[in-house]
């Protein structure tokens, strides 16, 4: 039976629920195919590896501690000459599994620092299993050309599009005037990491993204957009279409606009400027007049906390110009951060919601509007990326033009003074999403994909 490493960017829920340890509901799709293999189902022997911060690899129970080939990570040109050492063991063969598991130690904190010791750890891994291919999820990691670099076999290399970090890095600013753009926090200045220093941070992780492409033949994506970008980047490369499954709560239940919060918005995210959420906020200014009862959501960490002084200290330059936006719209008392949500917890917000709003000025194929649509959940988003290939525009939800808030108000107003247009998109939404999402589809392409690189 051939053999594929999965190279994944976290550990999978599976796993940790198996280990009792704490995990991101992120890629639970990936769960549902890792289920089969120790089922037997998959007609490949599926072997999964993930990164760890040193914190956490230290708590997970291990059959064994294996270390890294330090030697040769020494003699590497770049690690001597930066002074950068290993801080870590290598990387752990976790138990409790038919099939054995890897975690390797990566500093996730810091995504744009690339540390040649990752190949020792990774190649260390890669001799344990011997794979005849390996899929990389993701190329927004260090990890992922430190695989490709290990790995050393374009041919029966596989890279899944995610998001793309060159992209984000030429859109980052997001439309916010300059002198905001340029501001720092005390919190920005302590973390060094203010709004420009993100951006050039991305600049970092795309050149890393960049040449884990250029060294492998194939790559997945789901979208015109990442078809269209990595063609810039890798014209040789084969393209395989592979459409994304959603996490499993998503599939069951269905919006009912009678059973919604009246003109009330759902983000799913809103803590940095690509996310696009000083634009939604200038939108609800303009929106308020009509719909003075209307309220916005928003999921994830909070950046706009100020009740303490504490909380002062932790503000971001970005998150106070959002508290500048709610100030200036009088919104106070109509924005509402809901910190990290699990799946149900999502689910349950969508179906209170009037509308979900993606207001992003650069996405590849986000799970919050597949997620969205899966209910039926009126979509507005913005007309980038790879968004249009998920959201026909006035069929499966209403696009706006990217960064144009007049736009986006006008696209919400559509949903909420037409009840007959929100139950339209609603009905496509699920038709669309259905046939998108569909997780045996998706998983049969999968093995079709792995069938073509390992002939």
Known sequence: MKKVLWICNIMLPAIARELGMPYSNREGWLSGIYDKTLKGEVPFEITVCFPMRKEDIDKVPVTGVLDCDAAEAEKNEESRRNGKRGNGTGFLKIKGFRRPCYAFEEDLLKPENYDPVLEARI??????????????????????????????????????????????????????????????????????????????????????????????????????????????????????????????????????????????????????????????????????????????????????????????????????????????????????????????????????????????VMENSPNTIGEAMLLGVPVVASRTGGIPSMVEDGVTGLLFHNEDVEDLADSIDRVWSDQVLAKELSAHERIRASHIHDGNKNYERLLEIYREILQ
């Open 123 to 360: 190649r260390g891994i890669l001799k344990d299993v011997k794979p005849d291919m390996i899929h990389i999820f993701g190329t927004e990691f260090p990890h992922c050309l430190a695989a490709v670099r290990a790995f050393h076999n374009p041919q029966k290399t596989l890279i899944g599009i995610q998001g793309l970090c060159g992209e984000i890095a030429k859109t980052y600013r997001a439309g916010l005037p300059e002198n905001v753009f340029k501001q720092a926090s005390f919190r920005d200045v302590v973390r060094r990491d203010s709004m420009r220093q993100q951006q050039y941070k991305f600049y970092q992780r795309a050149g890393n993204e960049r040449q884990a492409l250029l060294l492998t033949d194939h790559i997945t994506g789901r979208t015109e957009f990442d078809r269209a970008e990595t063609a810039k980047i890798n014209p040789r490369a084969n393209y395989y279409s592979m459409n994304e499954t959603m996490r499993q709560e998503f599939y069951e239940g269905r919006w009912k606009p009678e059973q919604t919060e009246c003109h009330s918005i759902f983000l799913g995210q809103g803590d940095y400027p690509l996310k696009g959420m000083h634009f939604l906020l200038e939108a609800m200014g303009r929106l308020k007049e009509n719909y003075p009862d209307l309220k916005l959501y928003v999921a994830g960490n909070s950046i706009i906390s100020h009740e303490t002084a504490k909380d002062r200290c932790r503000l971001s330059a970005y998150g106070k110009y959002l508290l500048v936006l709610i100030r200036l719209y009088e919104l106070q008392d109509r924005v509402i951060v809901l910190g990290r949500l699990s799946a149900e917890e999502m689910k349950a917000q969508f179906l209170r919601s009037s509308v979900f709003v993606c207001p992003s």
